[in-house]
């Protein structure tokens, strides 16, 4: 059973456009919910991350919203870039534990 | 902040010969680290938990005898995928965090591409 789904598979914006991915989870125990961005052939790499006692986390030009009662979270990119394009995960797990639990994956193209 | 380091980045080897794949915690030492393969443009499957000292804890489905883990010091993990066939291709990845840390403390290692022929 998948715990944390992910949506859309893929996506393709314009520079400066506002991506958003989404993601829902099943299990209230989770108290973690991060995102991670990857290149081809790299390993995920922590890009922000929110705990559920508060709805919203910005960090430069990334935002994580987050809905506790409707179990949903999602990533904003801000003014995206082509850089920006990768693949992006979304995660859960809770936080005094040792497993992740990741969504499928997007995959971003910033279109210069 | 904390480093994780897998080598090799990538590699090629013959159906029916074994491979090793290092994870090392660079600065922290780690009493848990964690194995994951991920298939092209699929996600992070976990395999297994690497225990310092102990045996690994595999996850359902994951063939034990197929992939090894050694944790011999708290510093380093190793996966052995043994008589590999071209069904094992497929990236690896391992994690770790430093120790009295929660989930933000999790590092991934740069991934080990593995290519069986």
């Known amino acids: 059973q998948q715990q944390v789904k992910q949506s859309p598979q893929s996506l393709i914006v314009q520079k400066g456009g506002i991506p958003i991915i989404n993601c829902a989870y099943e299990?209230?125990?989770?108290?973690?919910f991060p995102w991670y961005q990857q290149f081809p052939g790299k390993g995920p790499a922590l890009l922000i991350a929110?705990?559920?006692?508060?709805s919203e986390k910005k960090e430069g030009r990334f935002t994580i919203s987050f809905n506790k009662s409707a179990k949903q979270f999602s990533l904003h990119i801000m003014d995206s870039q082509p850089g920006d394009s990768a693949t992006y995960f979304c995660?859960?797990?809770?936080?005094?534990?040792?497993?992740?639990?990741f969504g499928t994956g997007t995959s971003l193209t910033v279109i210069p | 902040g904390a480093v994780v380091s897998q080598h090799p980045s990538w590699v090629i080897c013959k159906s029916g010969t074994s491979v090793k794949i290092e994870c090392r915690s660079l600065?922290?030492?780690?009493?848990?680290m964690f194995w994951y393969r991920q298939f092209p443009k699929q996600s992070l499957m976990l395999m297994a938990t690497?225990?310092?000292?102990?045996?690994?804890?595999?996850e359902q489905g994951v063939e034990k005898d197929k992939f090894l883990i050694n944790h011999a010091s708290l510093t380093l993990s190793t996966l052995t995928v043994t008589s590999a066939h071209p069904e094992d291709s497929s990236f690896y990845i391992c994690?770790?965090?430093?120790?009295?840390?929660?989930?933000?403390?999790?590092?991934f290692g740069s991934g080990t591409r593995l290519t069986v022929v």
């Open positions: 929110i705990r559920p006692d508060v």
């Open positions: 600065d922290f030492q780690a009493t848990t």
């Open positions: 994690s770790a965090r430093p120790p009295g840390g929660g989930a933000n403390g999790y590092t």
């Open positions: 995660a859960a797990s809770v936080y005094t534990g040792n497993q992740f639990y």
């Open positions: 299990n209230t125990a989770f108290d973690y």
């Open positions: 690497s225990n310092e000292g102990s045996k690994a804890t595999y």
